[in-house]
């Protein structure tokens, strides 16, 4: 027995639905009962532009004749046995899907399109585990679009450039992919929340968090720049995506007074670049308030971005008033970035970049990558896991080092407080710089350059007219090998072994800490005390120890040069000295603790217990 089934059919540019006859069996007709149901596409609508819907049974056609074209929605689903085909003028074309009743959009069947395909549901999107997206650019969101604006292809902005922007109408829907999402030029998800469970495949990929996006649609490609802050805020990756020939980009803009992580990923990002090197970068970005939390794996070609940094609108802001920032900045303040333990940051041709404003950078896992740079500005970086780089620079109020920095280059550390090292340094073909107020080296650890090692225990005083430079604090030295080493602080402790190709240079000046602001005080002059307990050596040049007051040598401590030793300060107390050339001792009071031998020993009138601890190679003694 045969039953009549309708065909239901939009016509093209009127809004009109008409019924075509169709025979199908009644087993079949029952089967796929759920045609009709909140599982399929119903009620579309073109609300603007031409062309025409066309539903048969699980397949629903969307044929577009204009370059854009809108159709309202009662229900956007695709079920798992259902598909949508999307057929449009060109890659560029755009089609503005939009739901327009209070249900979140499912879809966990196919959806296929050879342009631009936007979902648009302030109740929320989701792709199930079971679907398939293939389109040129897929944009889901619960940010909804002027339709004027989308047909004219946005607004002109004052740089030229055109802007759609996508505000929110109160929702707090969420963006959410389980499935596959495959695009030729983009996959963007949009809205207070978005994250992907599943795999997203695309040359451009943006999640962005926010109440407010300007998008930039051109025949090149897209860009999203996030305006107006969302509570509770999160972009979020779990799965896989791979953006090939292009970026990768996770961003939210967050707002409220109790905010945890608002960017993470515990997944795979990965960003190659294309054959004429654009593209393979990813960009995590907390662009308000909000931590963020790197677990997983992030590989990109080029460059990897990883920041809670301000952001400010630009002089030609892309924004209009229902997606503008709130307040007069982008950004008030910034929070935390966590690297996991187990994280693998791989940008092994390009650069490694992890800042954030008035919050910490903790380095659980493991970066490779050319240049690694990382900054906490107000902040406090620690370092738990391996870096490895050509060049490698930290930067923070404070700066821990607990785990191996194996560099090219160079390895720069500049902390406004202490320096704590507690794991190796290297510079395999270049130089180590370390300053802070204050450099601890714990014992053991080895810091190594095959060029130059600079150790300089510093503060910045400022006053209303100037700005000084003044060494600050202690610097606790252990084991230090380079071309040449240079050592300058307050009080300085020379526990390890320290071995130059070239000169070493230790200088323990004194100076006088400003009173507090506001305040009048005591001024005490500190520092000036140099203590050696361990080696120094220098193979073929100098060793100069001064210092303001003391220089103290351990009697078994060995100081050697292939040239001259020379020791300066008020008091100074020798251990064994070797010098090639000279040894020459100026002090207003000195002892000698330990063998000296030289060709040339110069020491004070009124130096005590010199007996029978010079040995001369050449030339004799001045006393």
């Not at 039953?3 to 025979?23: I, S, V």
């Not at 046995?81 to 966990?108: E, F, H, K, M």
């Not at 005490?524 to 040049?541: A, C, D, F, P, W």
């Not at 330990?594 to 009138?605: D, F, W």
């Amino acid at each position: 027995m045969n039953h009549k089934k309708r065909t239901r059919e939009t016509y093209q540019g009127t809004g009109k639905t008409g019924y075509r006859l169709a025979l199908m069996p009644a087993m079949l007709m029952a089967a796929m009962g759920c045609a009709n149901t909140a599982w399929a596409v119903d009620g579309g609508v073109v609300a603007a532009g031409a062309g025409a819907i066309k539903t048969q049974g699980n397949k629903t056609t969307i044929s577009q004749s204009s370059d854009k074209m809108i159709v309202n929605w009662k229900n956007f689903n695709i079920g798992q046995d259902q598909s949508v085909v999307v057929s449009q003028p060109g890659a560029t074309s755009a089609l503005l899907n939009r739901v327009t009743t209070a249900d979140p959009t499912q879809i966990n069947g196919v959806l296929n399109a050879n342009g631009r395909v936007f979902v648009v549901n302030p109740a929320g999107v989701v792709f199930g585990q079971n679907a398939k997206v293939n389109v040129g650019s897929l944009v889901a969101s619960t940010l909804d679009v002027n339709d004027q604006q989308f047909m004219d292809g946005g607004r002109q902005g004052l740089n030229g450039t055109r802007n759609i922007n996508l505000f929110s109408r109160g929702g707090e829907g969420k963006v959410t992919n389980n499935g596959q999402l495959t695009a030729d030029e983009a996959v963007i998800l949009l809205g207070p929340q978005a994250a992907n469970h599943g795999t997203i495949r695309a040359k451009d990929v943006a999640l962005g968090a926010a109440n407010g996006v300007a998008m930039q649609m051109s025949d090149s490609g897209f860009g999203v720049s996030l305006g107006r802050q969302a509570q509770n805020a999160l972009a979020a990756n779990y799965g896989v995506i791979a953006a090939k020939g292009g970026n990768v980009t996770l961003s939210a803009a967050a707002t409220g007074a109790m905010l945890g992580t608002v960017v993470q990923n515990t997944g795979q990002i990965e960003a190659t670049s294309a054959s004429l090197g654009r593209g393979g970068s990813i960009t995590l970005g907390a662009e308000r308030d909000g931590k963020i939390g790197v677990g997983g794996r992030l590989t990109a070609d080029n460059s990897i971005w990883i920041t809670t940094a301000p952001a400010f609108p630009s002089p030609s802001s892309p924004f209009d008033a229902s997606t503008a920032p709130d307040g007069s900045a982008r950004a008030l303040k910034g929070h935390d970035i966590a690297v996991e333990s187990g994280a693998k940051i791989q940008a092994a041709s390009g650069y490694v970049n992890i800042s954030s404003v008035r919050g910490n950078v903790t380095m659980d896992g493991k970066i490779v990558s050319d240049l690694a740079d990382i900054t906490a500005a107000g902040g406090a970086v620690t370092t738990n896991g391996r870096i490895e780089a050509d060049q490698v620079s930290l930067g923070g109020v404070a700066v821990d080092i607990n785990a191996p920095i194996h560099a090219g280059s160079m390895v720069s550390v500049s902390a406004d407080g202490d320096v704590h090292q507690r794991a190796d340094v290297s510079a395999t073909s270049g130089s180590v710089y370390v300053a802070g107020a204050n450099i601890i080296q714990a014992n053991g650890v080895k810091t190594s350059a095959a060029a130059d090692v600079s150790l300089t225990s510093e503060a910045v005083y400022q006053d209303p007219v100037t700005t000084v430079m003044s060494p600050a604090g202690q610097i606790h030295v252990a084991n230090v090998t380079g071309k040449t080493i240079n050592i300058n602080g307050g009080d300085i402790a020379l526990t390890g072994n320290l071995k130059a190709d070239g000169n070493i240079s230790v200088k323990s000046m004194q100076y006088m800490p400003p009173c507090p602001d506001g305040m009048s005080c005591v001024q005490v002059m500190q520092g000036g005390h140099l203590v050696q307990t361990g080696n120094v050596i220098s193979r073929n040049g100098n060793v100069a120890l001064n210092a303001a007051t003391t220089v103290s040598q351990q009697a078994s401590s060995l100081t050697k040069a292939g040239n001259d030793v020379t020791l300066n300060a008020f008091d100074v107390q020798t251990g064994r000295i070797q010098a090639g050339d000279k040894i020459a001792v100026d002090a207003y009071v000195a002892r000698v603790g330990g063998k000296l031998t030289a060709r040339e020993v110069s020491l004070p009138a009124n130096t005590q217990n010199a007996d029978g601890n010079i040995r001369i190679k050449a030339k004799s003694a001045n006393l």
